[in-house]
Nanobody, 123 residues
Framework: QVQLVESGGGLVQAGGSLRLSCAGSGRTFSGYTMGWFRQAPGKEREFTAAITRTGGSTYYADSVKRRFTISRDNAKNTVTLQMDSLKPEDTAVYYC????????????????WGQGTQVTVSS
């Protein structure tokens, strides 16, 4: 069992930066691929970024490549999403999630989810 709590969302102007954090509980945190997904109003939840168990590999949606960076610290049970050069279209609720089977992109395969944190980018 893993419990996830996101923090760090807020309101920022276009071109600005935000840093989202996800704190996990449980001794098996390092056994999970960790992902960030986002859901804009009226849209489906979509893959944003993911990082493998040891942090050796990272994956990004095309829309956030070279602007977002995912990282993790297994000793602290945290995963972070650094978001730079933010655009109004990045406005969404961002969710942290944990997945144990290596599926990376498929949100249906993620077993545990946080409650989400709102990110709003003004133009």
């Amino acid at each position: 069992q893993v419990q996830l709590v996101e923090s760090g969302g807020g309101l920022v102007q276009a071109g600005g930066s935000l840093r989202l954090s996800c704190a996990g509980s449980g001794r098996t945190f390092s056994g999970y691929t960790m992902g960030w997904f986002r859901q804009a109003p009226g849209k489906e939840r979509e893959f944003t970024a993911a990082i493998t168990r040891t942090g050796g590999s990272t994956y990004y949606a095309d829309s956030v490549k070279r602007r977002f960076t995912i990282s993790r610290d297994n000793a602290k049970n945290t995963v972070t999403l650094q978001m730079d050069s933010l655009k109004p279209e990045d406005t969404a609720v961002y969710y942290c999630a944990a997945e144990g089977g290596g599926y990376i992109y498929d949100l249906k395969k993620y077993d545990y989810w946080g409650q989400g944190t709102q990110v709003t980018v003004s133009s």
